[in-house]
């Protein structure tokens, strides 16, 4: 065995990231790691390539234990990690990428630039990559300067490569580039852990599959063993024998009021890079849409196109029946539509800005004459949404920082609703808060339809977001993969939709 | 993305626009430097007699040898303001080491500099202070320092020797430029040659990655802020060779002459892109610039300011369009 742990732990404070995980990697091994935002993968990680120390259990490679006390000790023992996002020097040349900080010398002192050179271009054609070392890495597209991520590391001596998402931002063709190279470093007889979570790719590339979930492993098999259902399932931790289901929805009689109510917001066509694929949808007043997906489905992409914070390639959108021309988040809020986003903390709160300031920031010249801010209107504003959604604060001049995530999300929520909105999108709104709060962001959200908007949500617990909205969209790789009435629907149905045959990708 | 009908000749197109733009990037102010001197020599006869062209590359070398650290600061991701200070008190301890002989009036203030480039490297490596905050604080204490050292100025005796090395020719070519030349060729050597110089990229470049790549990032950033405060402290001893005298005001405004001139050149004020060359060429303008005003009899001094300024915006303008053009 190449790579082994045994019973391996890591635990920050109380909090128990990673519990007795028993894992192994041969010599010449494609092994596919999985599973959901909060696994323990990156922890895994972490603890393989000598970031954290573990706090239980021990790593063995070949047989030996050993303990890394930083990367460049995992490093140097042949253990190494190439990350989705490029850890390397964008203006440097390829060859000076590959070679930083080990570059061969002449006269002791001078780097030996032809020799760099030349040993960077034997490295790259070894894994057949047509690259030329002397350009600049940031003149390749993100899946070859990923490759040179490869290429450093497995010059460095690397027995062991870990791969994390390594096909997340890649096109079509930079795809099967990067099949080449792990096809190669198998041949090589190195072991390479692949953390992804396309199921296809899995499928194709992979000789054995773990996944974790909530820090232990839940499932480790070779892939011709393992089910693409009972992988879905244990990645987000469902029987997929189960039969009871506490969170079947009663049929609902509600939603047939709805099919008949016009149609809020409609999405035709809809691309952007290969993210978000032609995707098609359509939300009435009055209507709950929810958006299922594993993660890297492109819930949040989609999001992010309908409202013009990314600008799509291709689709309409169209808002109570008119288009937006313009993709941009301002002129997509002046045509009545709002979205929350998932990342509450770096693209939602003003952290060190006052309740009263959060939730008037995005409408503030509307309450304002002759440029000064009414503070009158602010404070009937805010006062109305403290009261409305039941926002626990001390008052509107508290930090939004002392508020609990529950609350800060209300104060998210009363923020789009100040821009009067026909339609709100909400990017897992319960993220990260506890489970009281989250039922009452539920009620705030099923008021939100009941007053006549239009509500498209998203949430990576399958029960949430089956509960929550009338009909579902299931995402799989940036496009459609189905639909279902949600009325007496159970999580199993849509757990079947995810772990269906994948769209071909483009 | 289009679709198999032909991947690689696009590739190559953007290949070769970014090569296009990284050269205008980084030889643009050569050529800008050499029109503006044909441009300025047709118009005063006297401004391309050898006499002139000296007068500009010698008054030049003073503020190109500091901007030779400066350069190194800023690639680096950082920025140097003690220099021009730096250079007002290499003057003063040169006045003072004078009597006892050349050596230590060339060798002070280097080490002086250097000295004080490893207080302000430590500071900021170590205690992660924004490099505008402890340079700023070293050039309000270096000025000081050297006004109570020195008052106003003081007058090198009997300069001797000292005085030849600022003076005197070698080989029909003012000693200065000789130094200059040197310096500057070091200088590239050292960031395109040397491991050290990669590192001073890499950093600037992304300071995250090139920890993780394996750089002491610490240590490299120390000794770039020596290398500064080295040479602005060899710049003011040079000056007090010159002008037979220490003098605490020398130097004044170098700080940000100096960045301006590598930003002319096109060294990025982000970090992680810049050469000498193009610093070098910056200093030379820089120097045209005041040359040609006052070739311009008419006009007083002040029109100098006005005229590099605008020249700092220009090149600010265009290097922010060609890095657009780039991310595209």
């Known amino acids: 065995m190449l790579l082994e742990t045994r019973g391996l732990g890591k635990s920050f404070g109380v909090v128990a990231a990673l519990s007795d995980v028993s894992f192994s990697l041969r010599a010449g091994e494609v092994h596919g790691l999985m599973g959901e935002n909060g696994a323990g993968k990156s922890t895994l990680i972490k603890l393989l390539t000598g970031f954290h120390p573990p706090s239980a259990g021990e790593i063995l490679l070949d047989g030996t234990p050993v303990s890394f006390d930083s990367p460049r000790a995992a490093q140097a023992a042949g253990v190494a990690a190439v990350y989705q996002e490029i850890n390397l020097i964008p203006e440097r040349s390829v060859a000076a990428n590959i070679f930083l900080a080990r570059e061969p010398r002449q006269f002791g002192l001078l780097t030996n630039t032809r020799k760099m050179e030349a040993d960077a271009a034997a490295i790259l054609s070894r894994y057949g990559l047509a690259i030329d070392p002397r350009q600049p890495l940031r003149t390749l597209g993100l899946g070859l300067q990923q490759m040179v991520s490869i290429a450093r590391v497995v010059s460095l001596g690397a027995r062991v490569v870990i791969m994390d998402e390594p096909t997340s931002a890649l096109a079509g063709a930079e795809v099967d580039i990067l099949y080449g190279v792990v096809e190669q470093l198998r041949r090589e007889g190195r072991g390479i852990v692949y953390v992804s979570h396309r199921l296809s790719e899995c499928y194709r590339l992979c000789d054995r599959l773990t996944v974790l979930r909530d820090g232990r492993m839940v499932e480790s098999a070779t892939t011709a063993d393992l089910p693409r259902a009972r992988l879905v399932a244990a990645m987000l931790g469902r029987e997929s024998t189960a039969g009871s289901a506490p969170g079947a929805r009663p049929a609902a009689a509600a939603t047939d009021a709805a099919a008949a109510a016009p149609i809020a917001l409609s999405v035709r066509g809809l691309s952007w890079r290969t993210r978000v694929r032609d995707v098609s949808i359509a939300v009435r007043r009055g209507e709950i849409l929810g958006l299922a997906g594993l993660l890297g489905a492109g819930r949040t992409e989609t999001f992010k196109a309908i409202y013009g914070a990314e600008t799509p390639d291709r689709g309409d959108v169209e808002i109570e029946g008119r288009r937006l021309f313009h993709a941009r988040p301002a002129a997509s809020i002046r045509r009545g539509l709002a979205f929350l986003s998932e990342d509450r903390r770096s693209e939602g709160i003003f952290p060190k800005l006052s309740v009263r300031a959060n939730l008037t920031a995005a409408v503030l010249p509307r309450i304002s004459r002759f440029g000064v801010v009414s503070r009158r209107r602010q404070t009937e504003l805010v006062n109305r949404y403290i009261r409305e959604l039941g926002i626990k604060t001390a008052g509107p001049e508290a930090l939004i920082s002392e508020l609990s995530g529950g609350n800060q999300q209300k104060v998210l929520i009363a923020r789009a609703l100040c821009t009067e909105p026909r339609v709100v999108m909400l990017d897992d709104p319960t993220r990260g808060i506890d489970v009281g709060a989250k039922a009452e962001v539920h009620r705030t959200i099923r008021d939100l339809a009941r007053k006549g908007l239009g509500v498209v949500v998203t949430s990576s617990e399958v029960e949430e977001v089956l509960e929550l909205s009338d009909r579902l969209v299931v995402l799989n790789e940036g496009a459609i993969a189905g639909e279902l009435e949600t009325a007496g629907r159970e999580p199993e149905d849509v757990l079947a939709l995810l772990a269906a045959a994948e769209a071909p990708r483009a | ?328």
């Open chain 2, 1 to 328: 993305m289009s679709a198999a009908a032909g991947p690689a000749p696009v590739k190559r197109q953007a290949i070769d626009r970014a090569r296009i733009v990284g050269l205008i990037q980084s030889r643009g102010a050569i050529l800008v430097l050499i029109l503006a001197a044909i441009v300025a020599g047709s118009i005063f006869p006297d401004f391309l007699h050898a006499a002139n062209v000296e007068d500009i590359v010698t008054a030049g070398t003073f503020l190109g040898l500091v901007a030779i650290g400066q350069t190194f600061v800023i690639i680096l991701g950082g920025f140097d303001l003690s220099v021009g200070s730096m250079v007002g008190l290499g003057t003063v301890i040169a006045a003072y080491a004078q009597p006892f002989g050349w050596v230590p009036a060339l060798l002070l203030p280097i080490l002086a500099g250097i000295l004080v480039g490893l207080i302000d490297g430590l500071l900021i490596a170590r205690t992660r202070m924004a490099p505008f905050i402890v340079t700023l604080a070293a050039l309000l204490a270096l000025k000081g320092a050297a006004i109570a050292l020195a008052g106003e100025s003081m007058v090198v005796a009997r300069p001797g020797f000292f005085g030849q090395i600022a003076n005197a020719h070698w080989l029909g070519v003012s000693n200065l430029i000789v130094i200059l030349v040197a310096a500057y060729a070091l200088g590239a050597l050292v960031l395109n040659r040397t491991p050290f110089g990669a590192a001073i990229f890499a950093i600037g470049g992304n300071e995250e990655a090139a920890r993780m790549l394996g750089i002491q990032v610490e240590r490299v950033k120390v000794l770039t802020y020596c290398v500064s405060g080295g040479l602005a402290g060899l710049s003011g001893a040079l000056l007090a060779a010159r002008l037979s005298s220490g003098i605490s005001s020398a130097g004044n405004g170098y700080e940000l002459q100096s960045i301006a001139a590598a930003v002319i050149g096109g060294v990025l004020l982000t970090g992680g892109v810049g050469t000498m060359t193009g610093a070098l060429a910056g200093v030379l303008l820089l120097g045209l610039i005041n040359n040609v005003i006052n070739q311009i009899g008419s006009l007083s001094a002040a029109y100098q300011g006005l005229a590099s300024g605008t020249f700092l915006l220009l090149a600010v303008i265009i290097q922010a369009g060609l890095s657009r053009t780039k991310r595209s």
